[in-house]
């Protein structure tokens, strides 16, 4: 059974930073690509950011240069750095790994005053 736990997220103020962590257990297989989605109320699940088992990355334009995507391969855990944070980026933030088959966390919850 496969299962993805997640932790770091909470309040903070605008301009803060908060970093994810997502670990992995349970997989027979190598875990693929790793990824952070958000969904804010009332508004679709988006992607974050993601990162292959390669260690390329790819961001949403609205995180460009502000969050960091990474992971370790040996601990099966995606990180998610996330520097000047803004009200905009309030949501509920859960990760996503491909092993191969698609699974989800349960979702962390971050806040953004202003």
């Known amino acids: 059974q496969v299962q993805l736990v997640e932790s770091g997220g909470g309040l903070v103020q605008a301009g803060g930073s908060l970093r994810l962590s997502c670990k992995v257990s349970g997989s027979n297989f190598r875990v693929n690509t790793m990824a952070w989605y958000r969904q804010a109320p009332g508004k679709q699940r988006d992607l974050v950011a993601d990162?292959?088992?390669?260690?390329?990355?790819n961001y949403a334009d609205s995180v460009k240069g502000r969050f960091t995507i990474s992971r370790d391969n040996v601990k099966n855990t995606v990180y998610l750095q996330m520097n000047s944070l803004k009200s905009e980026d309030t949501a509920v933030y859960y990760c996503?790994?491909?092993?191969?088959?698609?699974?989800w966390g349960q979702g962390t919850q971050v806040t953004v005053s202003s």
């Open positions: 990162i292959n088992s390669g260690g390329r990355t």
């Open positions: 996503k790994v491909t092993a191969p088959w698609a699974y």
